[in-house]
T-cell receptor, first 114, second 114 residues
Framework: EPEVTQTPSHQVTQMGQEVILRCVPI?????FYWYRQILGQKVEFLVS????????KSEIFDDQFSVERPDGSNFTLKIRSTKLEDSAMYFCASSEQAGPYEQYFGPGTRLTVT | AQSVTQLGSHVSVSEGALVLLRCNYS??????LFWYVQYPNQGLQLLLKYTSAATLVKGINGFEAEFKKSETSFHLTKPSAHMSDAAEYFCAVSSLLDDYKLSFGAGTTVTVRA
């Protein structure tokens, strides 16, 4: 069964460093999402992406964040200058269509900022 | 804005007993409702979803949920718990107004006693 993959599974970085989290969505999916979950808190929406542009972004998704689909398979989340409060589990998701359709989630990347 | 509240962060059940996880939603427009499950070190997997068809929704692994508009609820049940049901369960809501992004509850951790 097709699945969303994410790399790395765990990333440790120092405050102020740039990180890139990578995701490979399911191949025929057109809509892509990033969510994050800070330890002990809810899973929160960050951004949605369709047709090579951001569809919607949350208040969390400030200028330090960016997303890109550099080729036909990868979908990346970049944090330019990490802060301690960026430490969280980051989930990538994809869906075939927009609307109330299943979003398929990857296993997550645990980002630890020290 | 839409939101969900999950009552009870931890639920402990005996093997073979009823599993009941509570979810109440808030939405100004007809909602779409989802239950996701997360096993340790894995991504979120869709258990079932309500998209305005039948109010009683059956999902995978013997789970079902009933949409009750009058109670703004979407509780998840399973008649007989199995050891493999130990996981974290998330209720989520989406709607057209929010571009179908998922808004998650805080999650309920289920433990199953032998």
């Amino acid at each position: 069964e097709p699945e969303v993959t994410q790399t790395p599974s765990h990333q440790v970085t120092q405050m102020g460093q740039e990180v890139i989290l990578r995701c490979v969505p399911i191949s025929n999916h057109l809509y892509f999402y990033w969510y994050r979950q800070i330890l002990g808190q809810k899973v929160e929406f960050l951004v949605s992406f369709y047709n090579n542009e951001i569809s919607e972004k949350s208040e969390i998704f400030d200028d330090q964040f960016s997303v890109e689909r550099p080729d036909g398979s990868n979908f990346t989340l970049k944090i330019r200058s990490t802060k301690l409060e960026d430490s969280a589990m980051y989930f990538c998701a994809s869906s075939e269509q927009a609307g109330p359709y299943e979003q398929y989630f990857g296993p997550g990347t645990r980002l630890t900022v020290t | 804005a839409q939101s969900v509240t999950q009552l009870g962060s931890h639920v402990s059940v005996s093997e073979g007993a009823l599993v009941l996880l509570r979810c109440n939603y808030s939405s100004s427009v007809p909602p779409y409702l989802f239950w996701y499950v997360q096993y340790p070190n894995q991504g979120l997997q869709l258990l079932l979803k309500y998209t305005s068809a039948a109010t009683l929704v059956k999902g995978i692994n013997g789970f079902e949920a009933e949409f009750k508009k009058s109670e703004t609820s979407f509780h998840l049940t399973k008649p007989s718990a199995h050891m493999s049901d130990a996981a974290e369960y998330f209720c989520a809501v989406s709607s057209l107004l929010d571009d179908y992004k998922l808004s998650f509850g805080a999650g309920t951790t289920v433990t199953v006693r032998a």
